[in-house]
């Protein structure tokens, strides 16, 4: 299983970007993905998730309402839509899967097999 994540960059407070994680070697129908984030001499926390059966996307608080994760079934690929980014959002961007993830350990890192190299996203005030 390979996951390559892109489309960081740098943007201004209140500008958009979208994350995309093409994942290949796999069947990506069960299980969870994430984007997870970690800032320099912070640990990585979770950002958002997808349960590939059955949809559920939990996020986390600081993001909710201004993110949104979400599944091209045909491309294996997730994407996470950020708008309204604040400075306090950049950090390397890093999208994972567990085939056999279920959602009470979604948001745990440890409990994600396969991780993509990361994204470098940067906001400005």
């Known amino acids: 299983v390979q996951l390559q994540a892109f489309g960081g960059g740098l943007v201004q407070a209140g500008g958009s970007l979208r994350l995309a994680c093409a994942a290949s070697?796999?069947?990506?129908?069960?299980?969870?993905m994430a984007w997870f984030r970690q800032a320099p001499g912070k640990e990585r926390e979770f950002v958002a998730g997808?349960?590939?059966?059955?949809?559920?996307?939990p996020y986390a608080n600081s993001v909710k309402d201004r993110f949104t994760i979400s599944r091209d079934y045909a491309k294996s690929t997730v994407y996470l839509q950020m708008n309204s980014l604040k400075p306090e959002d950049t950090a390397v961007y890093y999208c994972?899967?567990?085939?056999?993830?279920?959602?009470?350990?979604?948001?745990?890192?440890?409990?994600?097999?396969?991780w993509g190299q990361g994204t470098q996203v940067t906001v400005s005030s």
């Open positions: 994972a899967t567990s085939p056999r993830g279920i959602l009470s350990t979604i948001r745990v890192p440890s409990s994600y097999y396969y």
């Open positions: 070697g796999g069947t990506f129908s069960d299980g969870n």
């Open positions: 997808i349960r590939l059966r059955g949809g559920s996307t």
